[in-house]
């Protein structure tokens, strides 16, 4: 078959075969759009290409104008059916999809075939609106390859090269413009707000919500998606002390959990800060925040209020959430400093302490008889003996499952005294609920527990798998508000290690033990897996990431490099060497005859003789003669140019003379 396809293609005439690379450009180009084009526009596109190639190989004609206008006209139509509107990015990108293909079937004239390749060009661009991640860039790195092959086969007049030699001139083209294009990256201003992206278009990924309710974490949990990555500058907490704050979730309406913060007055928010105290050690670390529809900034817990934040104003609020000002779905960097032995707001009022001692009537009999308990023992022996009871509790016959099954209205009755499975939220939500109805304040805080670290680059990242549900109670005017999560008592591995492990997934296809294989952290699966995120985090990090801010801090670094005369004296080196490798393998590959001439010629210039274009070897002996110089040098040069003359033009004695190059270089050495 390929024996067959290769003769096929020798067999074709150039036309045809221009043609067809042309096609083959313009299908790469396509190709990564058919995941978000309608289905009826990738079909169109398909019909149309194959169209175009059955055309091409038969030799038949293009199709008539009055085909192809109410056929462009209906396409269009349907554009404006499918979006309800001409304009934006979905839109506009199906237009140019249809336009390039219907325009292949168009090409009249030579300049048609440069429009079609301008348009592949900006059509290749629009890739970047869905997808910039590595691969992507590689992928549009190959197709302007071959687009620049398809524009550099319409340039030549006579005989074509092979095919590998124009995608290697392609390619030789496009590595001497990408250092401008780096150049430009680097220095050319930056602009604030994602470049990529056109208003009301982006999606954004919601993540995690502002509200709780059974089974909200269990969806986020089976994601793998990356929810953020994070950095320490130095020493990192314990894995079981990584809790990454959100959204504090304070009131319940007997289904959901849901907040109530509002950003504080800047005033208000002094005030709170000082009701924060640090003890401990301290671990400053930077977060790169992925994309998504949120408004809260994950925060290790407790973390320094106001953290420094790229391209946004923090807020605090009083349940200590921190908040950028607009729901954010671009990439976000901030760095802080957390504290995990810490106090936090211990002298609040009891009038403010009952917003979270607040529950709806008429729910859970049996869970308010349990509670009634409880507050009895937490008077006779106080709170923390009433934490240890519940928690005990959760210890003896719970179990912790992403599938905990469905409950009822008394959500909380049947989770505790009934199905006694469920995840994360099904503990913090029922523990605090015992505690207010025990009469002890307490909420619940949504965010991420741990986090994988990778060796090779030392950050951790962390997914939406990592997810988890924690509670929160205050403990009086000495201790205020402290973390207990009911979830460590019931499956304490969850805490020291990850989800995945906790919970092992049942891989399809018989495919287990290579999921096992994955998730050992020493293996050579793991190994290439932290190589491939690391790269990944580095792209984002320098390359999506490269705002106005990095780049001020990344120019002021370079020219403080460039201060050091150590540096540019290095720099100097390296280019002068690599000048001379380059022009002696220059010199080495030039004809040695020519490469004589040219010595010689430089030699005539230091004496105020310069060659004229169109001056040969004979007329310049002529010039030679006259030139006041010893007898003997003017021998030697005239006998320079009479054998340079002969081997050049092919006289007959001077290609019998043994070795004539050998006498040439030695005239050239005698006439110095």
Known sequence: MIARLTGMAGRLTRDKADTLLLLLAAVMVLAPHFGHLPLWTSATVCLTLFWRGAITLRGSRLPPMWLLLPVSLLAMGGVYLTFRTLLGREPGVTMLALLLTFKLLEMHARRDLFVVIFLSFFLLLTNFFYSQSILTALAMIATIIVLLSAQITFQFTGSVPPLAARLKLAGRVFLIAAPLGVLLFVGFPRIQGPLWGLPGDA?????????????????????????????????????????????????????????????????????????????????????????????????????????????????????????????????????????????????????????????????????????????????????DVAIATVLDMFRKGFEYTLEPGRLGRDEIDEFLFDTRKGFCEHFSGSFVYVMRAAGLPARVVNGYQGGERNPVDGYYTVR?????????????????????????????????????????????????????????????????????????????????????????????????????????????????????????????????????????????????????????????????????????????????????????????????????????????????
């Not at 894995?239 to 208000?268: C, F, K, M």
């Not at 957390?338 to 403010?352: K, S, T």
């Not at 798998?465 to 205020?480: C, F, I, K, N, T």
């Not at 780049?551 to 390296?574: H, I, M, N, P, T």
């Open 203 to 383: 999606g954004g990924k919601s993540g995690m919500s502002d509200t709780m309710s059974p089974g909200s974490m269990t969806s986020l949990a089976l994601s793998e998606e990356v929810a953020f990555r994070a950095r320490f500058d130095g020493a990192a907490p314990p894995q079981e002390q990584l809790y990454w704050r959100g959204p504090v979730l304070s009131n319940y309406d007997g289904r959901t959990w849901s907040r109530i913060g509002r950003p504080l007055h800047p005033v208000a928010q002094l005030r709170l800060a000082r009701q924060l105290a640090w003890k401990g050690p301290s671990y400053p670390y930077e977060v790169t925040l992925e994309p998504g529809r949120r408004q809260f900034l994950f925060m290790l817990e407790l973390s320094d209020p106001g953290p420094s934040v790229d391209g946004g104003n923090p807020a605090y609020t009083a349940e200590l959430e921190q908040l950028v000002g607009a729901s954010s779905d671009k990439r976000m960097r901030y760095t802080s400093v957390a504290h995990p032995n810490h106090v936090a707001q211990p002298g609040l009022e009891p009038e403010v302490l009952e917003r979270w001692l607040q529950l709806p009537q008429g729910f859970n009999p049996r869970t308010l008889r349990y509670a009634a308990q409880i507050q009895a023992l937490r008077a006779e022996r106080g709170d």
């Open 464 to 672: 939406q798998s990592d997810a988890h549900a924690w509670s929160e109670v205050w403990l009086g005017p000495q201790r205020g508000w402290t973390r207990v999560d009911p979830t460590a008592a019931v499956a304490p591995e969850r805490i020291r290690t990850s989800l995945a492990q906790t919970l092992p997934q049942v891989a399809p296809f018989g495919l287990q033990g290579l999921a096992d294989l994955a998730r050992d952290q020493t293996s050579w699966l793991a190994q290439m897996r932290f190589g491939i995120s690391a790269m990944n985090n580095a792209w984002n990090q320098w390359i999506l990431d490269y705002n106005p801010n990095r780049q001020q801090d990344f120019l002021r670094a370079l020219a403080a490099a460039f201060g050091d005369w150590r540096l540019l004296a290095g720099l100097a080196l390296c280019a002068g060497l690599v000048w001379w490798m380059k022009y002696r393998r220059t010199e080495r590959a030039r004809d040695p005859v020519d490469a004589a001439y040219l010595a010689f010629c430089r030699q005539l210039a230091r004496h105020g003789v310069d060659k004229a274009p169109d001056e040969g070897p004979l007329d310049l002996a002529q010039r030679v003669r006259q030139l006041k110089l010893p007898h003997e040098k003017i021998v030697a040069m005239t006998g320079f140019l009479t054998l340079y003359g002969a081997l050049k033009y092919g006289a007959p004695a001077a290609q019998r003379e043994d070795n004539p190059v050998a006498r040439l270089n030695s005239l050239l050495k005698q006439s110095r």
